[in-house]
Structure formats: structure tokens, C-alpha cells
């Protein structure tokens, strides 16, 4: 499957999300902001969700990295539309690059729509995108201290996901710490605790993520 890459839009980003979201709602996709540093299995957990999924919707990817096409090609791979956004050093997407790039996909045949962000706690969190719904992913090596240190990208999202579950054997990680924190600023925020390694969660994930999308396409 050939994989289009598109450059971010570098002149002035002119706030586009209501613009982003109204041409969603008329061609009833949802899009779910994926956010997360880099490394915390945000694109293995996209591909967890599309298995999951694309026997209920119809499924399609935007790529998020500085430069390259490595995650869209793992996308790719699973015969599902991806389409590579390079921001060549922007620290974030802007909704004017999402309007840029929704063309590329037949917005008709398509129900879900995810977009991985780039790889960063701090940016993303503060630019509408045009997104129905944002998914927030910390992994265990990350540490327990994240969402105190930067409280904005665990504020203004609708999910929680604690990848890497698996791994905390080997960390001095503090679940109970996360989850106080967290309920700190987000009281009503869903929390999922994940591996993809052994398949804890996930399908709660799905069926949590499945029941957002029916209500956006309602």
C-alpha cells in the first residue's frame, strides 16, 4: 500500500478545528486524538484498537512524526488508509494540517479516524485538532511522576491509557500515585491499565473506545 506523506502547514496557523469538526460531523467520522511522549507505544496501541475494531468501522490513520514514515507503514501493513503527516521540527499538529490532509482519505467510507500525535507532553495538549476525543498514553518506564509535572495533558483529555503494564515487575513504579494524581485533575476520566504484550485491557479499551465512536456518529 503506497503511503502519501504530507508536510505540516508552516505559515500562520489560522485555529481551524470548528472548521476540521464540522466537515467530520457531515461525513460522520470521529477523530481520536492519540497523545503521548515518544516511546509510550501509542502506534502499537493504535494497532491493538484497529484489530479490535475494524470489524465494527471502518478505520483510517494520520501519521504524526518530525520526520520519516516508520509508524505509518506499520499501519499500512494492516491494509488500512495511513497517511504520513511530517512536521519537520513543529512539536505538535495544528487542525490547519488535519484540513489539509482529510482530503486524502474517502471521508464517506470512513468512521474512525485516529491521529497519532507527535511524540511530547507539553504541546499537543494545548492545540485543538478538530478531534471528537483525546487519548492520553503513559507507559510504566516513563514514571510515576508525569502527570504532577505536566498536569495540562492529563487535564484535557477524555482517556487514560497506562501502557506497558507488563513491565512493572521492573520499575519502581507507583500505580496508586498515578491514579490519585490523575483523579486530581481529571475526576472523570477513564483510566485503563494496558499491555500489549500479554493483551491486559485492551479489550476494555476497545469496547470503551467503540461506545465513543457510535455516540459521535449518532
Not at 68 to 92: F, M, R, S, W, Y
Not at 171 to 188: H, I, T, W
Request: hydrophobic share 45%; net charge negative; glycine share 8%.
Amino acid at each position: 500500500m503506497e503511503i502519501k506523506v504530507l508536510h505540516q502547514v508552516m505559515e500562520w496557523n489560522e485555529d481551524v478545528s470548528a472548521a476540521v469538526r464540522e466537515t467530520l460531523r457531515a461525513h460522520k467520522v470521529c477523530l481520536v486524538n492519540v497523545m503521548g511522549s515518544p516511546g509510550a507505544g501509542k502506534t502499537s496501541l493504535i494497532t491493538e484498537m484497529i484489530r479490535r475494531l475494524r470489524g465494527s468501522f471502518s478505520i483510517g490513520v494520520i501519521e504524526g512524526d518530525i520526520t520519516g514514515q516508520i509508524d505509518a507503514e506499520k499501519i499500512a501493513a494492516l491494509q488500512i488508509p495511513a497517511v504520513q503527516l511530517n512536521t519537520d521540527g513543529a512539536c505538535h499538529i495544528e487542525a490547519m494540517s488535519i484540513q489539509h490532509i482529510l482530503p486524502q482519505f474517502d471521508l464517506d467510507a470512513t468512521d474512525l479516524l485516529f491521529v497519532e500525535n507527535i511524540g511530547n507532553l507539553v504541546c499537543p495538549a494545548e492545540f485543538d485538532i478538530g478531534e471528537n476525543f483525546r487519548l492520553t498514553v503513559l507507559s510504566i518506564p516513563e514514571g510515576d511522576d508525569k502527570v504532577a509535572k505536566y498536569p495540562l495533558m492529563f487535564t484535557d483529555t477524555d482517556c487514560l491509557a497506562l501502557t506497558k503494564c507488563d513491565m512493572l515487575p521492573y520499575f519502581d513504579f507507583d500505580l496508586n500515585r498515578v491514579e490519585a494524581d490523575y483523579r486530581g485533575v481529571n475526576p472523570q476520566g477513564p483510566l485503563f491499565r494496558l499491555s500489549t504484550r500479554s493483551g491486559e485491557g485492551l479489550d476494555a479499551l476497545a469496547e470503551h473506545l467503540a461506545g465513543r465512536v457510535r455516540a459521535a456518529l449518532a
